[in-house]
C-alpha cells in the first residue's frame, strides 16, 4: 500500500542543511514501489499546520535536486514552533489528522535539539493514539552540541569556514606593527565546538589565534589581563577567539558587562556582543588599537567553503533516515558512530530521540587546555576529517548559483 | 649600469594587494640586465627607515611567488606612515641617503591615496635635488575610490565578496515567516562602490537587497522609515545594505547617533556601528525583530572568492608600472582605462601621483536611484566585468595555504 513522505525544516539553518532535504527526496523516489510522493512542509510544522506544504517529488528536476544540496538556508523554510508538553492540548489530533490527510506514511524533521522534541513529542502521541506514522529526526546544527551522535552535518562546514576565516583574519591582523588586538566573536551560545574550531587556523608554533576562550570554562576578565599580557610578549599582533556565550563564574554572560551600555540617540539600549565588550575592555586596560569582528551569521550560511564530507554525511543521514523508517523504525534520530579518525570512516545508526530532545553536548572538559585558552591534539584530530573535500560550486556570471522556491 | 627595485605596502591589505607585488618582483626579474635585485620594505616606509627590508629576488622561489599572488594581507608587512608636509624636514635626505646606499634605482609603493601622497612627496623632494631615481604608485583599496583610474584592483574581489556573501546572507533571512530586517554594514567611509556592489546579490525582481544606502546620499530616518515600511509590504524579511560611512543632512556620522568616534593616526574618524544603530531603531520603531551584520575586515581579506579579472590586473599593474619605470617616467601612478564593457577590456596608462593623492572618487551621483535607496543598471554594467573569473586556491588538511614571511 503506497504512502507519502513528509519533510521539514526547523530551527537556525546551516550550509547543509538542503543536503539532507536531498538525501530525504532522492532516497524516497528509490522506493516508488512503497512512496507516492515527498512532500515538503513549508516553514516546517507551522506552516504544515496551515495547510502549507510542496510536492518536492512532482516539482523539482533532477537538476534542481542538485542545486538543492549545495544552496544554504533552508529550502522549505524554518519555522522556530514549539508542540505543547501537554500531549492531550488539540494542536495533536490536528496535526494527525492533517498527516491523515495527506496520507502520510513517513514524517521526517531535519533540525537540532528542539525540533527533536518535535519528533518525540509526535511520535508519543502517535503511539498512544496507535498511529502507523513513522516519525524520524535528521540531526542539523553547527553547534555540533547534539548529545548521542560523533557530530552534526552542519557542524564540518561552519568549523571549515571558521578556520579558514580566522586564518585570513590573523593575515590581515599581522600587516602593522604596532601593538594590536583582535577579538573575534564565533558561534557558540553554551557549546564551544565552533570557537574550538579556530585553532586548525594555526600554520605554525606561536601562530594566531593565541588564545581561545569557550563558554565551557569560566571567563575571568583578570586571568584574561594576564593571558593577554603573556600573548603579547609573544607577538605584537594578537587574535583571540571567544565564544558568544562565555560568561563569568557567577554565570554572567561578558555580553552583558556591557554596563558603558550606550544609549543610542533616541534614548534606547544597545546591547552588543561580548566581543565588542572585550574590544573595549583591552583598548582600555592597555591602550592600545583593539578591534572585535563577528563572524555572525555568515557561520551557517556560507556554502562556498562547504566541506565535502559534511555535505555527503548531511545526504546520508537523509537517506539513511528514510530507509530506517521504511523499515519501521520511529521516534529516532539517525546518528554517526565513528569507527576511526585515519583513515576516517563512520557508520549511521538510531537514537532514541528522546535521549537527544532539550539536551546539550558540551566540548569535552578534557580537550580544554591552556588553562582554559586552548585546545587539545585530540580535538584537532576529532574535527580535522570533518572539514575536508571541496565540491566546486555552480557559478553564473562571477556568482554562486543558488536555489530558490518559487513563492506564491 | 645596473641598479635595484624598492617596493613597500601601505595603507589597509586587500586580497589581492601581493597580486601586484608579484607583477612587479616577476617583471622586475625579467630585466636582469638592467635590474640586479627587488627589495621588498618591511612594513613599508617606516620598517625602511629602519633599515628593514627584504631581498624579494633572492629569498623566493618561483612556487613560493605564485603563492604569495594568491595570499590576502600585505606579505611585505604594511604601515600608515606620512612623510611631512614640509620637503625641508630631515626625513628627505634619510630616505634618499639609504636609497642610495641599497642603489636603488626604482621605487614602488602599492596603495591608496595616502601611499599616493608618499610617491608625491619623495618624487617631488628627488626631483629637486636630481636624484636619479624614479617613483611609482601602484593603485590598491577596496573602497575602489582613486581618482583617474576606472577601477583599482582589490575592489573586484571585495565585490564579489561583498555580493555572494549578501546573496547568502539573503537566504539566511529568508527562512522564517515572522518580519524582520536585517542590517548589512559595509565597509566605505565616504564611498560607497563595495555596498553598491551588494546591488549584484540579488537574484530576481524584488529580491533583496530590498534597500541600499550610500554614502553619497543624505541618510534621514523619516525617510528611511517609509522605505522600510514600504519595503516591508513587499516581503517579510527584508535586507538592507548600508555604507559605514553613512551621514544625515548636517553631516554627522550615523554611528555617532551612538557615540563619539576616535580619532585614527590621520585624523580620520574610527567608524564602528551604524548597522548597529540601525538595527536598534528598527527594532525599536517598529516593534519586529531586527538584526545586524558586519562584515568587517573580511571585506579585504577573504581570498577564496577573489576574482581572477582582479588578480590578473592587480599583477598587470605592478608589471606595467616596472616597464614604465624602467622607461623613465617618474612621480605617476598606474591607472586602468576602460576600452569596452563587452567584450571587457583595459588598457594600463599613467596618472601624475598629484592628481590622485589626498582626493577621493565619489560614487556618480546619476548612479544613485531610488531617492537614494538603489543604483543604477550602469553601475551594474560597470562591475560586473570586474567580478569575473575564479583560480583554484591551493588547499591543504581542507583548509587554504597562504605564504609567510618569515619574520626575523
Redesign the interface.
Known amino acids: 500500500m503506497m504512502k507519502n513522505i513528509l519533510v521539514g525544516?526547523s530551527g537556525g539553518?546551516t550550509a547543509v542543511i538542503n543536503a539532507s532535504l536531498y538525501g530525504i527526496v532522492t532516497e524516497g523516489m528509490n522506493h516508488l514501489d512503497e512512496v507516492d510522493h515527498v512532500y515538503g512542509m513549508v516553514?516546517g510544522l507551522?506552516?504544515f499546520l496551515k495547510d502549507d506544504y510542496v510536492d518536492l517529488s512532482e516539482d523539482l528536476t533532477q537538476k534542481e535536486l542538485e542545486l538543492i544540496k549545495l544552496?544554504?538556508?533552508?529550502y522549505l523554510?524554518?519555522?522556530?514552533y514549539r508542540l505543547p508538553e501537554d500531549l492531550t492540548a488539540p494542536s495533536y489530533p490536528t496535526v494527525f489528522k492533517k498527516l491523515k490527510a495527506l496520507d502520510i506514511g513517513w514524517f521526517f524533521y531535519i533540525g537540532g535539539n528542539d525540533s527533536m522534541d518535535t519528533v518525540s513529542k509526535l511520535s508519543r502521541y502517535g503511539a498512544q493514539i496507535g498511529s502507523p506514522v513513522r516519525f524520524m529526526g535528521i540531526p542539523k546544527t553547527i553547534d555540533n552540541d547534539l548529545m548521542v551522535t560523533d557530530h552534526t552535518p552542519g557542524y564540518g562546514s561552519a568549523a571549515?569556514y571558521v578556520?579558514?576565516?580566522v586564518?585570513?583574519?590573523v593575515?590581515?591582523a599581522?600587516?602593522?606593527?604596532q601593538p594590536a588586538v583582535t577579538i573575534v566573536e564565533l558561534m557558540g551560545r553554551h557549546a564551544g565546538w565552533l570557537t574550538a574550531a579556530s585553532a586548525?587556523?594555526r600554520?605554525?608554533d606561536r601562530d594566531n589565534p593565541l588564545l581561545i576562550y569557550l563558554p565551557e570554562s569560566n571567563f575571568d576578565f583578570k586571568t584574561f589581563t594576564d593571558d593577554l599580557s603573556k600573548a603579547m610578549q609573544c607577538r605584537p599582533d594578537v587574535v583571540v577567539c571567544v565564544s558568544e556565550g562565555i560568561s563569568d563564574s557567577s554565570g554572567r554572560l561578558i555580553c552583558e558587562y556591557n554596563d558603558e551600555a550606550?544609549l543610542?540617540?533616541?534614548g534606547?539600549k544597545?546591547l552588543?556582543g561580548c566581543g565588542k565588550v572585550l574590544e573595549n575592555f583591552v583598548h582600555n586596560h592597555f591602550g592600545i588599537k583593539a578591534?572585535s569582528?563577528?563572524?555572525?551569521?555568515?557561520q551557517?550560511?556560507?556554502?562556498?567553503?562547504s566541506?565535502a564530507t559534511d555535505i555527503e554525511e548531511a545526504a546520508l543521514a537523509g537517506s539513511y533516515g528514510v530507509q530506517a523508517a521504511l523499515a519501521g523504525s520511529t521516534g529516532s534520530m539517525v546518528c554517526f558512530n565513528r569507527v576511526s579518525d585515519d583513515p576516517y570512516s563512520i557508520q549511521c545508526s538510531l537514537a532514541d530521540v528522546n535521549q537527544v530532545c532539550n539536551r546539550e553536548k558540551p566540548f569535552p572538559s578534557q580537550w580544554i587546555t591552556g588553562n582554559g585558552t586552548d585546545v587539545s591534539q585530540e580535538f584537532i584530530s576529532y574535527v580535522?576529517p570533518l572539514?575536508?573535500?571541496?565540491i566546486p560550486h555552480p557559478?553564473e556570471?562571477?556568482?554562486?548559483v543558488?536555489a530558490?522556491r518559487k513563492r506564491s
Chains 1, 2 share one sequence.
Open positions: 525544516q539553518p516553514n507551522e506552516g544552496t544554504p538556508g533552508a523554510g524554518s519555522c522556530r571549515r578556520a579558514s576565516t586564518r585570513e583574519i593575515l590581515d599581522s600587516v602593522y606593527q586548525l587556523a600554520k605554525y550606550k543610542d540617540n533616541f534606547h544597545m552588543t578591534r569582528v563577528e563572524l555572525n551569521v555568515n551557517r550560511c556560507s556554502a562556498l567553503i566541506s580535522l572539514i575536508q573535500g571541496q557559478m556570471q562571477g556568482l554562486p543558488y530558490y
